[in-house]
């Protein structure tokens, strides 16, 4: 369990690491080269950024669940 646990977070971790990057900051930034500079300029970017404003916070919710679980379990031995 520990193991898939640690995968898991692992996962999380780096898909994390991508969607704050995709988000758009203040100078375009990384979120530029990954595109965030095309989608900005469609109709339907406020629908996008809504989209991946979610996600990151549903996949940092995941990441925080999984590091407490996995600190449990670690703890009990």
Do not use: A
């Not at 898939?4 to 080269?33: N, Q």
């Not at 500079?37 to 991946?52: P, W, Y």
Request: net charge positive; with cysteine; aromatic share 2%.
């Amino acid at each position: 369990m520990i193991v898939g646990l640690s995968i898991v977070l692992m996962i999380v971790s780096l898909l994390m690491i991508m969607l704050v990057l995709l988000h758009k900051g203040k100078g375009g930034g990384l979120s530029d080269l990954f595109g965030g500079g095309v989608t900005s300029s469609l109709g339907g970017s406020s629908v996008v950024e809504r989209n991946l404003d979610r996600l990151t916070v549903i996949t940092g919710v995941t990441w925080i669940i999984c590091v407490l679980v996995l600190g449990l379990l670690l703890n009990r031995g």
